[in-house]
């Protein structure tokens, strides 16, 4: 291949969208030789995938980490396919990959093959033996099961790759094995030194210039063809992989999204998938806590159990949790939901009375009182009428029952410390011991905010700290504070010296 001073490549391979959005990573691999040892040397394929690969981790969803690069004397055959088998042992069917050549190709016309030109091979057709023949190339990249594998190559007689594209790339959720080249059976023009060869530079062009959330691979190609036809004469062809798992998919790129406007997106659309994709985009985030405090409480409202609700409680319990009273509420509508079944199937005065000192809140207490009135009503069955007699149940259940109706009310941790003592082998004393290590857990929280607070007195905060102790006694937590008073008070001696 000659070389001008706009010089030319020689590749010798001649080869809606909703917002779905993917799930996976973005693998980018990108090849670029100018400095070949024994062919001529190329003006700006470096440059094109150097440009190529910043413009996608500056404006898209694609991640340094994730990202290879081989040029010049890196691009030998050995390496390559050395990448493409790390990349076929670490990606998943969820993932995406894109490929993209810039330098030289070669064609046989007596096999009608392909082949990409590693950065040591010699020229000749006695040195096709250390060319990297297209036929290896599709068998790496089909080996790789990928979501969507997007092949560009930018080189002479690059189009042996590819098969026809049969009918209009569907949606991204489908497979796809998409291929665009600088040309088919023909040479291709190189750029000017420092600057872009034609194809990359509509490519360049259509990356930047979009403004659009996502970027069909049908529609950049679209763009980049307008653009080079009329900047180069020479006619760029797509297709798919040949003989590849292509289902008629369309790969995307999605713009990258700025935290604070995914952060408003999240809030609007209040989902637990929305929270948890926010965690995972942005792990760094001021809002992090906050997303993931609402994920476990929406991951406990879709829930809707005692115990998912006690998950969200045993985190966020101690943190002063925005929804802690909200679950409580739910717990405790749960509880009066499951005994008012267990009461109607009990149909008894007592069964009534029960659920209503114990739930005087539920909407049910209406019907349970006009139960009641009704059972008053009805004649009192004899054993030899061959009725079932119910009896009434023990005072110490009817004392239970009204003592934790007013340990509820007074919501104290003393309350429930009275209670939990008072009826160690009660039917609520778990709930209590439970509510108790909530508020335990709680209030050891506010006195270490209380602690970081420079603006409150050392004085107010022991003061603080003896309080507890008298409300709290016997808490888990009760060495903690007293860790905490001891500091302080070491802190105001040494102040007042």
């Known amino acids: 291949m000659a070389v001008a001073e706009v010089g030319t490549k020689g590749l010798d391979i001649v080869f809606e969208e909703s917002d779905w959005g993917f799930k996976g990573k973005n693998y980018l691999f990108t090849i670029g030789i100018d400095e070949y040892k024994h062919w001529n040397p190329l003006n700006c394929a470096v440059k094109d995938i150097e440009d190529f690969t910043n413009i996608l981790l500056k404006r898209y969803q694609f991640k340094g980490e994730y990202a290879i690069q081989l040029k010049n004397k890196q691009a030998t055959t050995k390496n390559i396919l050395i990448k493409l088998r790390e990349i076929a042992k670490n990606i998943t069917e969820q993932d995406n990959l894109v490929v993209y050549f810039s330098g030289h190709g070669h064609y046989d016309e007596s096999t009608k093959s392909g082949f990409w030109i590693p950065v040591d091979a010699h020229m000749g057709e006695d040195y096709e033996h250390e060319f990297l023949n297209a036929a290896i ?11 969507h594998t997007f092949l560009i ?44 060869s034609p194809f990359a530079k509509g490519i360049l062009v259509a990356l930047t210039n ?9 529609e950049l190609i679209v763009e980049v063809i307008k653009y080079v036809e009329s900047e180069a004469k020479q006619t760029l062809f797509n297709g798919v992989l040949l003989n590849s798992d292509d289902q008629g998919g369309d790969f995307v790129f999605h713009l990258k999204i700025h935290e604070d406007e995914l952060w408003s997106k999240t809030l609007e659309k209040n989902t637990v998938e929305g929270y948890k994709k926010f965690i995972d985009t942005f792990p760094e985030s001021a809002h992090f806590e906050e997303a993931r405090e609402a994920h476990a409480w929406g991951t406990a409202v879709n829930t809707d159990t005692i115990r998912g609700y006690q998950e969200y409680i045993d985190v966020y319990g101690s943190k002063n949790g925005i929804y802690v009273d909200e679950a409580i509420k739910k717990q ?33 207490v209406e019907e349970a009182k006009r139960n009641i009135q009704q059972k008053g009503s009805e004649p009192v069955p004899h054993p ?20 934790w109706h007013d340990t509820k009310l007074e919501n104290t941790y003393t309350a429930y410390l009275n209670f939990s003592r008072a009826f160690p082998e009660g039917e609520f004393v778990d709930e209590a011991r439970q509510i108790m290590r909530t508020l335990d857990n709680m209030a050891l929280n506010k006195i270490k905010i209380m602690e970081a607070n420079e603006g409150i007195s050392l004085a107010d905060k022991i003061a603080t700290c003896i309080r507890y102790f008298r409300e709290y006694q016997g808490a888990q937590n009760i060495n903690l504070v007293k860790q905490i008073k001891d500091r302080l008070e070491i802190m105001q001696i040494k102040r007042g010296l």
């Open 137 to 147: 190339i599709v068998d790496k990249l089909k080996a790789i099961n990928s979501l």
């Open 153 to 196: 190559i930018d080189a002479c007689f690059s189009g042996t790759l590819m098969a026809q594209l049969k009918s209009a790339p569907r949606s991204e959720r489908y497979k796809s094995r998409r291929v665009f080249t600088s040309g088919r059976a023909e040479v291709v023009v190189d750029g000017p030194k420092g600057g872009n």
């Open 210 to 218: 979009n403004i659009s959330p996502f970027l069909r691979v049908s």
């Open 332 to 364: 405790r509508s749960l509880e009066s939901a499951a005994l008012w079944k267990k009461t109607l199937a009990q149909d008894s005065i007592s069964g009534y009375n029960h659920f209503i000192f114990t739930f005087p809140e539920s909407p049910y």
């Open 384 to 403: 030899e009428d061959g009725a079932e007699i119910r009896s009434s149940p023990p005072p110490e259940q009817l004392n239970e029952s009204q003592k």
